[in-house]
């Protein structure tokens, strides 16, 4: 079976501003990036709130060899969106270099938090924790392991 398991952002208003976010701190490149405005001019059945037209209805990012969904739509429109901390994103390299310089960019950003400063622990040589201005937390982690 060939498929690919991609985490979705869902981010309620602030997708556009989280595209460039991840654009300009982590080095992603945009695959393909769908505004509400764009949407309505392929399918004139699609609706949306009036102010809303630069809301992102689809994205697809690469973050170095993995993939990254973000938009602004609920994921389950029975229940209010709401930011859980019950995910995260894990971005993982054999090269501390590479987390270390990835961290340093991070966390230069005013509206970064830093949870876990990026340092050793007992299973990894540099491992740090940010949430990013858009609630999104993100683990950063030198593996040890092949995957």
């Known amino acids: 079976m060939n498929v690919e398991v991609i985490p979705f952002l869902s981010l309620n208003g602030k997708a556009a501003a989280a595209i ?47 993939k990254l969904m973000v938009a602004d739509e609920t994921m389950d429109p029975s229940h209010p969106w709401q930011l859980g901390n019950s995910s995260s994103l894990c971005i993982q390299s054999k090269d501390k270099l590479v987390i270390t310089n990835l961290y340093h960019s991070l966390v230069q950003h005013g509206k970064v938090t830093v949870l876990v400063p990026l340092k050793e622990n007992s299973f990894s040589p540099g491992y740090a924790i940010i949430r990013d201005p858009f609630g999104i937390v993100i683990q950063l982690c030198v593996t040890m392991h092949d995957f």
């Open 20 to 66: 460039a976010f991840y654009e300009k701190y982590l080095g992603a490149n945009i695959l393909l990036k769908k505004n509400y405005k764009e949407m309505k001019e392929m399918d004139p059945h699609f609706t949306y709130e009036e102010g809303q037209d630069h809301y992102i209805t689809h994205s697809v990012l690469e973050i170095g060899a993995n």
